[in-house]
């Protein structure tokens, strides 16, 4: 396994606040906002991808990097300015790891050469084969909790569920709303509440699954048919994003209120919240006055554009995502996710866009 310097520019880049959006220097003590130094992580390669998807307590950041065809992107480890290869499976050319825990274990997918396989990599052990449900070929792996179960999916010829890997790495199945037969998993917490999506008679909905009620359903949006939770923090509220004629607006799901709107950015309209913290922050990706850009949302101030907190970028560049936010603050967050902007937890965009990654710091 390789590992490889953090070159890019070779500083840190020290924060800026800009007053609506004007990037210029302020006293820290008439901001009310946070001020957020701005690191680029490397790739693999020279001019190579990154794309980060989640950063543990002890900022270790889990991802992938490589080249916008797909085949040539690997899991990738970022620890302490350094990036390390994580490999594929046995017979594969592709991975992407998308979670990591605070034990610092990476789960993810990589192909096979037959099959995509969800996988648990650890220092000790390397990239490991977690399986899928019995007759099933393929398996994906989203995250992973502090006490190491995964939430991810396993597909073969009856279709996709939504399962949980155990510690001991026995899988689950999860099972599908009501009238359907298509589910992932997509967060557990530490609790071991799980949310994710489903097909179901009354359409694609986000769910809330837990050990003893089993899978909810959490509905839409008014006026929407289609939803999608995301992120779950230990408190049980869960972010994500509900759709309809009228659109796509991000969501915050509580058992005492059910699903409320979070708005939107002055100007736009679509939004999908992406990520929250266990004070209930919330980051995502909007649209906004000039395009597509990364968001942090609290009750006290609503849905901001994080390009405002952070100090000037290259020319023409323009963070668009909003990750993951950590219980310190920091946030991971990408450039390049073009007009489409991000669908399931999963889904490589790397045919459509040439994501670069950044940890934002308060």
Do not use: C
């Not at 050469?113 to 007759?135: I, Q, Y």
């Not at 999916?153 to 298509?182: M, T, Y």
């Not at 589910?183 to 179901?200: E, F, L, P």
């Amino acid at each position: 396994m390789k590992a490889r310097a953090f070159l890019k520019d070779g500083v840190v880049l020290a924060a800026l606040f800009g007053v609506s959006g004007v990037v210029g220097a302020q006293p820290a003590a008439s901001s009310a906002k946070p001020l957020y130094t701005l690191v680029e992580l490397p790739g693999l390669s020279a001019g190579s991808l990154t794309f980060a998807r989640e950063m543990n307590a002890s900022g270790q950041v889990a991802g992938r990097s490589g080249y916008p065809n797909g085949t040539d992107t690997h899991a990738a480890l970022w620890n302490d300015g350094l990036i390390e290869d994580l490999g594929t499976l046995p017979g594969g050319d592709y991975s992407a790891a998308f979670g990591i825990n605070r034990r610092g274990e990476v789960v993810g997918t990589s192909n096979t050469g037959t099959a995509a396989r969800a996988f648990r990599w650890t220092r000790a052990e390397g990239m490991r084969d977690l399986g899928a449900l019995p007759g099933d070929s393929g398996s994906e792996a989203f995250h992973v909790n502090g006490v190491g179960e995964v939430a991810g999916a396993s597909s073969g010829p009856k279709g996709i569920h939504a399962v949980v890997w155990g510690e001991d790495d026995r899988i689950e199945d999860l099972g599908v709303l009501p009238g359907g037969n298509f589910s992932k998993a997509v967060t557990i917490n530490d609790a071991g509440q799980v949310v994710g999506y489903s097909n179901s008679s009354s359409g694609t909905h986000a769910f809330l699954w837990t050990r003893d009620g089993g899978m909810r359903d959490l509905g839409t949006l008014p006026g929407h048919t289609r939803s999608q939770a995301v992120d779950i923090n230990s408190a049980g509220q869960i972010v994500g994003y509900s759709s309809g004629p009228s659109g796509t607006r991000s969501f915050l799901w509580t058992s005492e209120e059910g699903m409320k709107d979070l708005g939107s950015l002055p100007g736009g309209g679509d939004s999908r919240a992406l990520g929250i913290n266990d004070d209930g922050r919330v980051v995502g990706t909007a649209k906004g006055v000039s395009g597509l850009t990364a968001f942090a949302w609290t009750p006290k101030d609503g849905m901001e554009d994080l390009n405002g907190s952070v100090p000037p970028m290259d020319v023409g560049l323009v963070l668009t995502e909003g990750q993951r936010i950590g219980e310190l603050g920091q946030i991971v967050a990408l450039t390049g996710g073009g007009e489409h902007g991000p669908t399931a937890a999963g889904h490589n965009h790397d045919e459509e866009h040439f994501y670069r990654a950044f940890i934002l710091t308060p």
